[in-house]
């Protein structure tokens, strides 16, 4: 500053933080200086949020305890990186509204039959200002196709009947 005297500090936002950011608490703080004297103005900004909510399904019925990795970088700069799993509904609600708006990857891991299920891929979730995101994620089983062909000695091969069954993988 040139000299000692009263001084208003004011915290401006630009049009793109404000997309991004809460309006500061404090805008303006009035400070005096004397000669010689230093002082310090802080002002405190927090990033706006959003809320989270999964819904799993599965044709198995299995939605229970199912692992999710959510993971990426807020608009402003900040990494985020949590994971969790799923309640007896297949569902998982994050409602603190503490993740900042950003798109984000959300990735299912650890099934435990991988090989029964059509390969999921990583789903973009994207977070907005006070508002609460939902995904569905759905596990389709594999469908798998059989043939049987029934070769005899004596060449009798119609109206056999065959069990076919399904041993757990």
């Known amino acids: 500053l040139p000299k000692a005297g009263a001084y208003r500090e004011t915290e401006i936002l630009s049009e793109e933080q404000k997309l991004y950011w809460q309006e500061p608490e404090i805008l303006s703080q009035d400070i005096v200086v004397g000669d010689n004297e230093h002082k ?3 002002f405190s900004n927090h990033e706006k949020y959003g809320n989270f909510k999964v819904k799993k399904t599965a044709d198995d019925g299995f939605v229970e305890g199912v692992n999710f990795e959510f993971f990426g970088m ?3 700069g900040y990494q985020v990186f949590f994971t969790f799993s799923t309640d ?3 569902e998982y609600f994050l409602d ?3 993740i900042p708006l950003g798109e984000y990857t959300l990735r299912e891991y650890g099934t435990k039959s991988p090989n029964l299920y059509v390969e999921q891929h990583d789903i973009t979730v994207k977070i907005e200002d006070g508002k609460t995101t939902q995904v569905n994620v759905h596990n389709e089983n594999v469908k798998r196709k059989m043939q049987i062909i ?3 000695d004596d060449g009798i091969v119609e109206g056999i ?3 076919v069954s399904c041993a757990a993988l």
């Open 40 to 42: 310090t103005v802080s």
């Open 74 to 76: 807020s608009y402003t």
């Open 88 to 90: 007896a509904n297949g």
């Open 96 to 98: 603190t509204n503490k």
């Open 150 to 152: 029934k070769t005899s």
């Open 161 to 163: 009947e065959f069990r």
